[in-house]
Structure formats: structure tokens, C-alpha cells
């Protein structure tokens, strides 16, 4: 039976797996001080090569139960953030997206929906 990657939805976001074409996206995000200040594992200067090896880890990843989406807004697919699902949620988005962490972290099963 085939599986597909999970993705989630609510009315202005879309969360799904990272995908090798994200990096150059998400190095520019996670790289804002504003973001990296509030981390103490994500190094800051962080590369394009980085978030490379960062998607590369997470697709190997899928089998310890701890996921990380991309949070892509839903009327454009534009790239926001990242959130990572471990037993609890994590948000990291460019600071000019504080809503959609925000929103991010407010997902529960009653209102998400499977694509």
C-alpha cells in the first residue's frame, strides 16, 4: 500500500513535509537574528549548505516519532517557517510571520484536515 506525506491545513496555512528544494528558503529565515537568538541549537551564521543537511536529516528522521513541516501560506504557497512536532510543538518563523508560528502552534485535531 502506498503512503503520501502527511499534510496539514487550516483556513491560511498548509504544513507539510521539507522537501531538498526548501533550503534556499529556509537558510534566509532560520539566518535572521531575530529567529536565531531565540534557538541554542540552530548555529547563526547558517547556510544554504546547512538547511541542506538539516532536510536531508529530517527525511531520515520520519521513523523517531519528531517531524518538521514547512509552514507555507495557503493562498500563495510562499515559505514562512518551519515548525517541528515532538510530543509537543516547536515554532521557528521569520519574524515578520509571527502569526503564522502563532497559529502553527495552535493546530489541534479538531481543526486540522488531512490532504
Known amino acids: ?18 522537501q531538498p528544494g526548501d533550503a534556499p ?3 534566509p529565515l532560520v539566518n535572521d537574528w531575530e529567529v536565531a537568538r531565540w534557538t541554542s541549537h540552530i548555529p547563526h551564521p547558517y547556510t544554504v549548505q546547512m538547511a541542506d543537511e ?14 518538521v513541516f514547512a509552514i507555507l501560506r495557503k493562498d500563495d504557497d510562499t515559505l514562512v517557517g ?13 519574524a515578520s510571520h509571527r502569526a503564522a508560528a502563532v497559529t502553527a502552534r495552535r493546530f ?5 484536515r488531512a490532504r
Open 108 to 112: 489541534r485535531p479538531t481543526n486540522l
Open 54 to 67: 538539516f532536510i536531508a536529516a529530517q527525511a531520515e528522521a520520519t521513523s523517531n516519532g519528531s517531524q
Open 82 to 94: 518551519c515548525v517541528g512536532l515532538h510530543r509537543g510543538i516547536i515554532a521557528a518563523a521569520q
Open 1 to 18: 500500500m502506498p503512503t503520501t506525506d502527511p499534510e496539514l491545513t487550516t483556513e491560511r496555512l498548509r504544513l507539510r513535509r521539507l
Open 25 to 27: 528558503l529556509i537558510a
